[in-house]
């Protein structure tokens, strides 16, 4: 695997190195042991989906706050997707910044999230789909969405979101 950090720390995009032959390929998409030479968490107690079929589609901003913060591992399995992370650690000298990686099936690549970034994406085409591997068990109380477009994180998205749940839509501004 191949780390690649982004302008956030922590935040780290994971391109596999296939071994390709007439069958196919295969390589590693997940090893604890090279995640924890990484200085990433390597202990993930969820794995969750998330199909999209329209183009479009925004999902987040998502946090889980403390003592249930949760890290996230993220690939797309079909389709290609925008996803981004916010900086809300308050001690982090990138405090509310953002960043933006295409996660695309087709490249295996994956983003992950340390604890206390916020985490959304936009579909960039039709049929997209998810598989996040989550740090921590789901604690609905501690769960907060953030505006995709709250200008304390200027986020450039490729383009406006067609398709967003009411939850995400009505979210407030973030307040830090």
């Known amino acids: 695997m191949k780390f690649t950090e982004t302008k956030i720390p922590g935040v780290v995009e994971i391109d596999i190195s296939p071994f390709v032959d007439a069958r196919g390929l ?26 999209n079929p329209k183009v479009g589609t925004l999902r987040g901003l998502h946090l889980q706050e403390a003592p249930h913060s949760e890290a996230k591992l993220v690939r797309a399995v079909r389709g290609k997707v925008f996803d981004v992370a916010v900086d809300l650690r308050p001690e982090s000298p990138t405090y509310c910044a953002w960043t933006g990686v295409e996660l695309d099936a087709e490249r295996r690549n994956a ?5 206390g970034c916020a985490h959304g994406f936009l579909t960039l085409e039709d049929d997209c789909e998810l598989f996040y591997l989550v740090s921590d068990i789901y604690a609905p109380d501690l769960a907060r969405t953030y505006r995709w477009d709250d200008p304390a994180f200027g986020i450039s998205w490729p383009s406006a979101p067609t398709l967003i749940s009411d939850r995400d839509a009505a979210a407030e501004d973030f307040r830090p």
Not at 30 to 49: E, K, R, S
């Open 111 to 115: 983003l992950f999230i340390p604890q």
């Open 26 to 51: 295969f390589a590693r998409a997940f090893c604890a042991d090279t995640f924890a030479a990484q200085n990433l968490t390597n202990h993930f107690v969820n794995a969750n989906t998330s199909w």
